[in-house]
C-alpha cells in the first residue's frame, strides 16, 4: 500500500524555523507531484506549495519567500522548510502526492494524503 | 484567485436518504473540479475528480456532476460512514490550487 508518513511538527516562536519531513513508500516520489497542503483548526484545507518531477515549484502567496519545498530522492523523502514562522501558519500539515488513474498523471489532485503533522506557531 | 463556495454549510440527514452538496466557483473552472471527504482525525480523502471521476475503490453512490461554476456532490442512501466532512477544490487556474470552506453531512 501506498504511504506517506510526515513528521517534525511542533511548537514554535514566531519568528522561528521548523522543517516538515515526508517518507513515502511503495512509490519513487521523484516520479511524482508532491504537494504540501495545510489545515488551520476548524477550517478548510489550503494547498502550500507544490514540487514537479522536474523540480519546479510554486507556492502559495502567503509562504513565498518564506517556505522552501525539496525532496531527497535517494531518501524517497519530502520536505518543507519554514522560515520566519507566524501565529497564521498554524495548522496541520498534510503531504499529498497527485494522482494517477488509468494510465494518466493529474498533478493537481491529492491521492494519497500523509497522517499530517501539527505545527503551532506561539509565544 | 478563485474562490469556491460550498453549500449548504451543514446537511442533517438520516441513512438511506440521498444527500446533494453544492459548490459554486467565482469564475468558470471548466470540468476541473475535485471533491474530498473528511472525518474527524484523519486526512481528506479523493472522492470524485473532473467534476465526475470516481477516484479508485470509491462507491458508485457517490457522483458528482456539473462543469464551469456549478458543481454538484450526490451520495446516493446515505451509508453511516459518509457521515463527514465534503470539500470542493479546482485545479483550473492555479497557482494558488483553491479548496472550498466544506459541507458537514451530518445524522439528523
Redesign the interface.
Known sequence: EVQLVESGGGLVQPGGSLRLSCEASRFTISNFYMSWVRQAPGKGPEWVSIIYSSGRTYYTDSVKGRFTISRDNSKNTLYLEMNSLRVEDTAVYYCARGSFFNGVSYPAWFDPWGQGTLVTVSS | EIVLTQSPATLSLSPGERATLSCRASQSVSSYL?W?QQKPG?????LI??AS?R??GIPARFSGSGSGTDFTLTIDSLEPEDFAVY?C?Q?SS?????????TKVEIK
Open positions: 475535485a474530498y484523519q486526512a481528506p480523502r479523493l475528480y473532473d471521476n477516484a479508485t470539500y477544490q485545479r492555479w497557482p494558488p490550487l483553491t479548496f472550498g470552506g466544506g
